[in-house]
């Protein structure tokens, strides 16, 4: 088959992956703007950068590389304990949110070889994450040298509570254009299929096409008003010296 010809099905049945699209933008563009609870991420940058203690408490390998990001995998667990939590809650009351419901939103991060933590809150507002995920870098830096005996975590960037915060979790914009498209991908497909299961024929071509010899006659599709006699026809059929008349249907 040409592409002429499957450009040729999808014009027979355009009004059809016309609803289909337009159904599936309208159902999408629905749920981005009204049943979709917006998400906000708040980020924090910490670094890991080893300093012994004055009172030599802890005496680290000359503060080396290798061993800063060695605790930073230790970091990670420590900025989730419930010491370092229940000290935030107990601190920030405002937050009104528990360890554990701060604890399943902390996501820490760091990249490989890097003496750098990344330090991410989600909530529903973005003010709110802002202020959680600095009360939680607040406290972990104060906390770190009381756990660990050393001091060595320094707070590089916190988050900005009046920066302009978009949702992570809703594009309004990208979901109506995703749904288009696969809303005309599937669309097509079902014309394709319901041309595929169609056998009959609708044109003089496709029959020549299936069975290679040519039309010498077709009959045309009569409606109910074309076989209907009408008063015309009547009149027309009239014999000679025949008067007119009138019938009454009933």
Same mark, same amino acid.
């Given at each position: 088959?040409?592409?002429?010809?499957?450009?040729?099905?999808?014009?027979?049945?355009?009004?059809?992956?016309? %609803?289909?699209?337009?159904?599936?933008?309208?159902?999408?563009?629905? !749920?981005?703007?009204?049943?979709?609870?917006?998400?906000?991420?708040?980020?924090?940058?910490?670094?890991?950068?080893?300093?012994?203690?004055?009172?030599?408490?802890?005496?680290?390998?000359?503060?080396?590389?290798q061993t800063n990001i060695m605790m930073i995998n230790s970091?990670?667990?420590?900025? !989730?304990?419930?010491?370092?939590?229940?000290?935030?809650?107990?601190?920030?009351?405002?937050?009104?949110?528990?360890p554990a419901q701060l604890a399943g939103r902390i996501s820490?991060?760091? /990249?490989?070889?890097?003496?750098?933590?990344?330090?991410?809150?989600?909530?529903?507002?973005?003010?709110?994450?802002?202020?959680?995920?600095?009360?939680?870098?607040?406290?972990?830096?104060?906390?770190?040298?009381?756990i660990m005996k050393v001091d060595n975590v320094t707070v590089?960037?916190?988050?900005?509570?009046?920066? /302009?915060?978009?949702?992570?979790?809703?594009?309004?914009?990208?979901?109506?254009?995703?749904?288009?498209? /696969?809303?005309?991908?599937? /669309?097509?497909?079902?014309?394709?299929?319901?041309?595929?299961?169609?056998?009959?024929?609708?044109?003089?071509?496709?029959?020549?096409?299936?069975?290679?010899?040519?039309?010498?006659?077709?009959?045309? !599709?009569?409606?109910?008003?074309? %076989?209907?006699?009408?008063? !015309?026809?009547?009149?027309?059929?009239?014999?000679?010296?025949?008067?007119?008349?009138?019938?009454?249907?009933?």
């Amino acid at each position: 088959m040409e592409l002429k010809q499957y450009m040729k099905i999808i014009r027979k049945k355009i009004g059809l992956v016309a %609803v289909i699209v337009l159904i599936a933008c309208a159902a999408a563009a629905v !749920k981005s703007f009204f049943f979709t609870t917006p998400i906000y991420q708040a980020h924090a940058r910490l670094l890991v950068n080893q300093t012994a203690l004055p009172d030599g408490q802890f005496s680290p390998s000359v503060g080396t590389l290798q061993t800063n990001i060695m605790m930073i995998n230790s970091y990670k667990v420590i900025i !989730k304990s419930e010491t370092i939590l229940s000290q935030v809650t107990q601190r920030y009351p405002e937050l009104n949110i528990t360890p554990a419901q701060l604890a399943g939103r902390i996501s820490v991060s760091s /990249a490989e070889n890097s003496q750098v933590m990344d330090l991410l809150i989600r909530d529903q507002s973005y003010v709110r994450a802002a202020q959680m995920v600095n009360a939680v870098s607040t406290v972990f830096k104060e906390q770190i040298p009381l756990i660990m005996k050393v001091d060595n975590v320094t707070v590089l960037d916190k988050a900005n509570e009046a920066a /302009a915060a978009y949702p992570i979790n809703n594009n309004p914009i990208f979901v109506i254009l995703v749904s288009f498209v /696969a809303a005309l991908m599937l /669309a097509i497909g079902l014309v394709f299929l319901i041309e595929y299961l169609d056998d009959t024929f609708k044109m003089e071509s496709e029959v020549e096409a299936v069975l290679g010899i040519p039309v010498i006659a077709s009959v045309p !599709k009569m409606t109910k008003e074309d %076989v209907r006699p009408s008063r !015309k026809r009547v009149l027309n059929n009239q014999g000679v010296g025949e008067g007119q008349h009138a019938t009454i249907n009933q």
